[in-house]
């Protein structure tokens, strides 16, 4: 069953991007000799649009690396040992990435709502992974795994809003600009 749902779901891909990539001719139609049975007229029908510009992939690119590069730090500075100011100082890294990526990658396509609206829930996420975090130090080595579950799961959350924001940008169609 799921196979065939993604093979169907890739077919239907692979030729919306065919169709897509070929220039289609525009024939006038032809006038037809007169004959006494009545034809019917000729339809032009012409291809979809494609949905986004040709190198629209740079602000994706852009946010993520903005999303990406601070994770990497952060966990860099995860991994120094047993020094709780370098953990925390990763984690304050990690989540402003979080909370920027979806700013950056909407708004170097001028779509300033959306940069709001995804900007807003993945900074909220990370804020308050952060409150979460100096409430009750998840780096703290006496402390159960089960007291660090809000601080995981807000941080795991706040990952993810950036996620959906940087997927939103890349699916989205770009900004109409006016003439």
Request: with cysteine.
């Amino acid at each position: 069953m799921k196979w065939r749902l993604v093979a169907s779901l890739l077919v239907a891909g692979v030729a919306r991007a065919a169709q897509a990539a070929e220039p289609t001719a525009l024939v006038p139609p032809t006038a037809l000799p007169p004959t006494s049975v009545v034809a019917p007229a000729a339809f032009l029908v012409e291809p979809l649009a494609p949905a986004r510009e040709p190198g629209s992939g740079a602000p994706l690119v852009a946010g993520a690396l903005t999303a990406f590069v601070p994770f990497v730090v952060g966990c860099a500075l995860w991994s120094q040992g047993d020094r709780g100011d370098l953990e925390k100082a990763g984690t304050f890294v990690m989540a402003a990435g979080f909370a920027a990526a979806p700013w950056v990658s909407h708004g170097l396509q001028r779509r300033w709502r959306r940069a709001a609206i995804f900007g807003a829930v993945s900074a909220a996420t990370s804020a308050a992974t952060l409150i979460a975090m100096e409430a009750k130090d998840p780096f703290y080595a006496p402390y159960l795994n089960r007291q660090r579950v809000a601080f995981g799961m807000l941080l795991t959350s706040a990952m993810f809003a950036s996620a959906v924001g940087l997927f939103d940008s890349f699916l989205s169609t770009p900004a109409r600009t006016t003439p």
